[in-house]
């Protein structure tokens, strides 16, 4: 990597690297592909975009990125090293069966890096991709000098050494090691868990000893990803005062590696602030658009709270809107940015190898809401609850709760709305088809589609086509995504007749969950769904990849919520879709290897 870098380079990959540290490999990876948007590059930056992106779950794009970007022609060890990491990762994304010519590759990989640098770091690797092949005595050829040699100090180095110890059959010896490290703390969220992983795919593969491995997982591990909710108050006086003591307590009590959640008037901010001061890595997920959400919830608290809402927001770490629309006096709007925040969380502890808890300050003096009310810190609680979730909760008394609401839209008489799954689909390749092949593609494909809809009955609330094109509502999200890999499946094999041999001819589907309306269509006279989140979901399908299932960040949140454990959602980036209608942060779903 001999190219000089620029200081406003070296400035972007000590922040990528840092985020990497801290298991935020989202962030990252966005943090890195803007800077290259924007003209900022260095070797090193490319390497840790793709290490960004290998670290977010997603083995196959990473991949593509690497070999795109030609990493393994810089000849330096860590990309030659990252190549195995990779190659590995794919290993486990895929059944046990298929997994011997990834693991293969992998070893290859890292070997090669030690061969070329002698470095520790491909060594142990290398070692430990040939435990995971059954090659013993390769393995112990490798992690004996790094054993003989011990351990220089940092984090890196000792678990370098606890590693090797393990490879060689030396459980008790390692977990001594890892009692008696000091530096456990030093090290980021990020870098816990990829060796947690690490160890935790050598002891489940036979490689190593179970027992001791597991036992040293229990002490790396990093602290509980935070999701928090809680009640909005006016600033000031004692009942605030009160709130930030609990609040501060809590989160001495409770170390993190990192807290997600919305940013109103009150608990929320405290919860922010309190995590600021402690370098707590924050997220924040914004319900709608931050125009109307100030108005509505931090304004609506008094104007003290509007500076201490935008310090928040610059200094956390990502900001995310569950959508971009504007507040039509609806709770799903809340509702959507509450579960997203909760998935979300979900999906950064399962990256984390760490657990996901919820934080909800209470207030005692305060009735709550009826038990039917779909938003608000209560339904956050038994939602979360309901899903199996661990809740800590804050009772905090005292606070000032006379909040002042403006104005705000009034919908017309008989309005309907909900949450559901929006789904878009097209058939790439349709535009060549002629005259003679259309019928055929009606009745193969487009029937084909129709029979995957029929199989999921009631869950398909509507559908309607044109041309290549498909549009339906689903009740629930993990049905949406069933409906979504079934239709792929069934154009795996595209039907004889079509001539469409050498194109690149398949589906492109785009997922998304958000609240839409439901009437009547005035024109024609039939059932009409529409809405913000309908027009959005139609602009994903034209930027998907053929053969491909895109979806959306409130998507993924709302199956990560749901522990639907059947399905992998890898991050794509953030994409400009069609049409110019900004940029959305899309993950792939697939189906997850058993």
């Not at 792929?488 to 595209?494: G, K, N, T």
Request: aromatic share 8%.
């Amino acid at each position: 990597m001999s190219e000089e870098v620029r200081p406003d380079c070296a400035a972007i990959e000590s922040e990528v690297a840092q985020r990497l540290g801290q298991g935020d490999a989202l962030s990252a990876f966005d943090c890195a592909a803007a800077a290259r948007r924007g003209g900022i590059d260095s070797p090193r930056l490319r390497y840790l975009m793709v290490r960004a992106l290998a670290a977010s779950g997603d083995s196959l794009g990473a991949m593509h990125l690497y070999q795109s970007l030609d990493l393994g022609a810089s000849g330096d060890v860590d990309s030659l090293a990252l190549a195995g990491r990779i190659w590995k990762d794919r290993a486990f994304d895929n059944p046990v069966a298929e997994r011997r010519r990834w693991l293969e590759k992998a070893a290859s990989a890292y070997h090669h890096a030690w061969e070329v640098s002698g470095a520790t770091f491909p060594a142990i690797n290398a070692a430990s991709l040939f435990a995971l092949l059954g090659e013993r005595e390769r393995a112990a050829a490798l992690a004996g000098p790094i054993a003989a040699a011990g351990a220089a100090g940092n984090y890196w180095d000792a678990v370098t050494l606890i590693e090797a110890l393990l490879l060689l059959g030396r459980g008790e010896d390692a977990l001594r090691h890892a009692k008696a490290l000091e530096i456990i703390g030093s090290a980021g969220a990020g870098d816990r868990a990829s060796t947690c992983r690490q160890f935790l795919r050598l002891a489940r593969s036979g490689a190593v000893e179970a027992e001791s491995a597991e036992a040293i997982v229990d002490l790396l591990r990093p602290p509980p990803v935070g999701v928090y909710c809680g009640r909005m108050f006016r600033a000031g006086g004692e009942g605030e005062a009160g709130a930030r003591r609990a609040i501060a307590a809590a989160l001495d009590d409770q170390p993190l590696s990192a807290l997600i959640g919305p940013l109103a008037c009150g608990a929320d901010i405290l919860f922010a602030e309190e995590a600021i001061a402690r370098r707590i890595d924050l997220t924040i997920i914004l319900p709608f658009a931050e125009e109307d959400f100030i108005a509505q919830s931090v304004r609506s608290g008094g104007e003290a709270w509007v500076a201490r809402y935008e310090r928040c927001r610059d200094a956390a770490a990502m900001v995310h809107f569950a959508s971009h629309s504007r507040f039509v006096s609806d709770d799903c709007q809340f509702v959507l940015g509450s579960h997203t925040a909760m998935g979300l969380a979900k999906l950064r502890a399962r990256e984390l190898e760490a657990e996901a808890i919820q934080l909800a300050v209470v207030d005692p003096d305060v009735a709550a809401r009826s038990a039917d009310a779909i938003a608000g810190t209560n339904a956050d609680i038994a939602l979360w609850q309901r899903h199996g979730g661990r809740t800590v909760t804050i009772p905090v008394g005292g606070l000032d709760r006379a909040l002042q609401f403006p104005p705000a839209p009034t919908p017309p008489a008989g309005t309907r709305r909900g949450l559901y799954a929006i789904l878009f689909a097209d058939f790439a390749g349709f535009s060549k088809l002629g005259e003679a092949e259309l019928p055929i593609f009606a009745h193969e494909v487009m029937g084909g589609i129709g029979r995957v809809l029929d199989e999921f009955g009631e869950a398909v609330l509507f559908r309607n086509t044109w041309g290549d094109a498909v549009y339906a509502i689903i009740s629930d999200p993990a049905i949406a995504a069933r409906i979504a890999l079934a239709m792929q499946a069934q154009l795996d094999v595209l039907p004889a007749g079509l001539g469409l041999e050498g194109h690149k001819a398949g589906m492109r589907t785009g997922i998304h969950f958000g609240p839409i309306y439901r009437g009547q269509d005035p024109v024609v006279g039939n059932e009409l769904w529409y809405g913000t989140e309908v027009t959005r979901t139609a602009r994903i399908e034209p930027v998907t990849l053929v053969g491909q299932i895109y979806c959306t960040q409130p998507m993924a949140a709302m199956l990560a919520l749901g522990d639907a454990r059947e399905f992998d959602c890898d991050y794509v980036g953030k994409v400009r879709l069609a049409k110019d209608y900004g940029e959305l942060a899309l993950y792939r779903l697939s189906r997850r290897a058993t």
